[in-house]
Every structure is written in C-alpha cells, then in structure tokens.
C-alpha cells in the first residue's frame, strides 16, 4: 500500500489549481499576502465618502495595528470631522484612543466642535490641549475664536483674545482676521 502512495502524484500542481480556481471564479487574488502601512490607508481614507465606509476602514486600521500611528489616526480623525454633519462622537472616540496626540490631532478636533458643536467643547479641548503639554498654536486659536464667535460669547473671547496675545500670536494673519469675525459676531465692532 505505501508502495502505491508513493508512486502516486498530483494530476495538477497546486499553481495550475490555484490559477484554475481564480479564472473560474473570475477574481484577481494576491498569490502573496498583502500587507498595508499607513500610506495606504491615508490614500484610502481619501476615498471614503461616507461615515460607513470610515467605520469599514477605520476596523481594517485597527486591525493592522496602525490605529496608534499619528499620521493615520489624524487622516482618519480628519475624515470623521469632515463627514459628520452633526456628530463629533466618531471622531473625539478616536481622538480620545489615541495614547499619544500631536498638535495637528487636537487641532483637527478642536476645528470639528467649531464647526459642528457643541461649540463650548472647542474651548474645553483648548484649554485641555494646554493641560496636556501642548501649547495651543497659530492653527488652533482662530478654531477656538470660531467657537466664541458661533455662542456670541465675547466675554470667553476675550479670555481667549488675552491667551494669543501672552503667546505673541495676535500678530498672525489667520489669528487676527479670526479675531475680527469674533468681535464681529458679538457686536464689539469698535474692538476689531
């Protein structure tokens, strides 16, 4: 009987099978793993058009082990913001995952709750931003000037106004058009 079993080989080679199986079933497949980094998943991220096709990725992402890598977890923190047209909670679930957040993170959260709300909530990451280490810079304050303007509080503005200029920034351009619009908003038009 062993005799026998040795003797016998394969009608195909499992490549001729393989080959055979993928035209049959009439698919591409990759003969060899395909293993993604975080430059494919940015350009994927790219392509989503809906929060579901986020959450589709945003799994594969997790599941790759990139969820941690900076650069991906803000192109998919962007891309929450970007389409949630009433909701942060996708986005602040990633942020608030993250065990390491750059500067360009807390300002792509910071700039979603000034455009979608609560808006008092861009001024808590603001001030939570500081808490953390990170000095809110040039980018962050005219999203923070934007949630003041959006509540018409001229008061929490001005408190704001003061912390731009003890960082020396009410000089930059993006940081004084936003603190026209705020003063603006509130009705403080002498002020701008």
Not at 59 to 72: D, E, K, R, W, Y
Request: with cysteine; hydrophobic share 40%.
């Amino acid at each position: 009987m062993n005799v026998i079993a040795r003797q016998t080989k394969p009608l195909v080679s499992r490549t001729e099978a393989f080959n055979f199986l993928k035209s049959f079933i009439g698919v591409t497949t990759y003969t060899k793993p395909h293993y993604r980094n975080s430059y494919d998943y940015t350009d994927l991220l790219q392509q989503c058009t809906n929060t579901n096709s986020i959450k589709k990725l945003h799994a594969q992402i997790i599941i790759s082990g990139l969820h941690q890598n900076p650069f991906v977890a803000s192109k998919l923190v962007a891309k929450y913001v970007e389409l949630s047209d009433s909701s942060m909670e996708d986005a602040r679930k990633v942020f608030d995952e993250l065990t390491e957040s750059d500067e360009f993170v807390w300002n792509v959260v910071i700039q979603g709750y000034a455009n979608v709300g609560p808006f008092a909530e861009a001024i808590k990451m603001c001030n939570a931003m500081r808490v953390s280490g990170l000095p809110p810079n040039r980018y962050t304050y005219p999203f923070v000037l934007k949630a003041c303007g959006a509540m018409r509080d001229g008061k929490q503005g001005k408190v704001v106004h003061g912390q731009i200029v003890k960082a020396g920034l009410e000089l930059q351009v993006f940081v004084g058009n936003a603190l026209v619009a705020l003063y603006s908003k509130c009705g403080e038009v002498e002020v701008s």
